[in-house]
């Protein structure tokens, strides 16, 4: 899934190669994607990118007032192409949900799989848009005291706290194992039972894990965006591998549709975490 680093690198690629140009055309292929119809998505034709901006982990391109809110979901993704088919995306077939056609080049939203869950919205304004509307403050943005006023009244557990956009947003499965695994604390450790060490920590992990992301992914073509995210992982997608820091074996707790990854040694004093959703920590 396209985090916060990558959806800057897209509005930082986005803005070099898109801004001035105009929209020439939009081809829908997948109605399930489009999420609104007042005003229309072909409303966006004739007018020009004048922007390009992130609202944690959505994408909004602005075209003479009108924004183009994207959220790629879990296996979407971003496109580009200096030269796109004249004849327009079969709907129902293969993997692009929306093309726009700007003056030469263009892009297209894909999304991979049978689970669909790539948005799109036409909107005067990025907040009539609810899951914009409900985000918390970048993630990027936050200190310790911003932490702890945020988590502190929070049962939730701390992997959980960290991905709910509500609280914080931008942060995803991904960055946030990694997160995790450089501040030393447990995915099950309580969000609002943090003393002010852990929360320090986990404050000075935040801002270095996305903003190195940041520093890597900003000026990578789109295509080569998850082959750089894939390789700055220390624990994320590295089960059975040994962990950079202590040697430990990385571990995996699974769910229904994903997973997540960390060091027992580095994070949990040494005690695997059982692998079903609710039970603690083995004894």
């Not at 070099?16 to 081809?27: A, F, I, M």
């Not at 994408?59 to 796109?84: E, F, K, M, N, T």
């Not at 726009?100 to 304004?125: I, M, Q, R, S, Y």
């Not at 990694?178 to 447990?186: D, P, T, V």
């Amino acid at each position: 899934m396209p985090e916060l680093p990558e959806v800057a690198a897209l509005v930082h690629y986005l803005r070099e190669h898109g801004v001035g140009r105009e929209v020439t055309r939009v081809d829908v292929a997948s109605l399930a994607a489009l999420k609104t119809y007042d005003p229309p998505v072909t409303d966006l034709v004739g007018r020009t990118v004048t922007d390009v901006a992130r609202h944690g982990k959505h994408l909004d391109v602005v075209a003479d007032g009108l924004h183009l809110v994207i959220h790629l979901a879990r296996a979407g993704w971003l496109r580009w192409s200096d030269s796109l088919p004249q004849a327009p995306p079969k709907p129902g077939r293969g993997p692009i949900a929306l093309r726009v056609h700007l003056a030469g080049p263009g892009f297209d939203l894909t999304e991979a799989g049978t689970k669909k869950g790539l948005a799109v919205w036409v909107v005067a304004d990025p907040s009539d848009v609810e899951s914009v509307a409900r985000l918390g403050p970048d993630a990027l943005s936050l200190g310790r005291d911003d932490l702890a006023g945020i988590l502190g009244n929070s049962t939730a557990r701390l992997k959980t706290a960290l991905t709910d956009q509500s609280l914080m947003a931008g942060i995803g499965n991904a960055y946030s194992d990694e997160i995790l695994h450089l501040a030393k604390l447990s995915p099950y450790a309580t969000a609002g039972k943090l003393d002010a060490e852990s929360l320090e920590r986990l404050a000075d992990a935040m801002r270095q894990i996305l903003a190195d992301a940041v520093e890597r992914s900003v000026g990578q073509e789109a295509a080569r965006l998850k082959g750089e995210k894939r390789s700055g992982l220390r624990v994320h997608g590295r089960t059975g591998l040994p962990c950079p820091v202590c040697g430990d074996t990385v571990r995996e707790v699974s769910f229904a549709d994903k997973s997540f990854q960390y060091c027992p040694t580095c994070q949990t004093k040494g005690k695997p975490l059982s692998d079903r959703r609710m039970d603690r920590l083995l004894r």
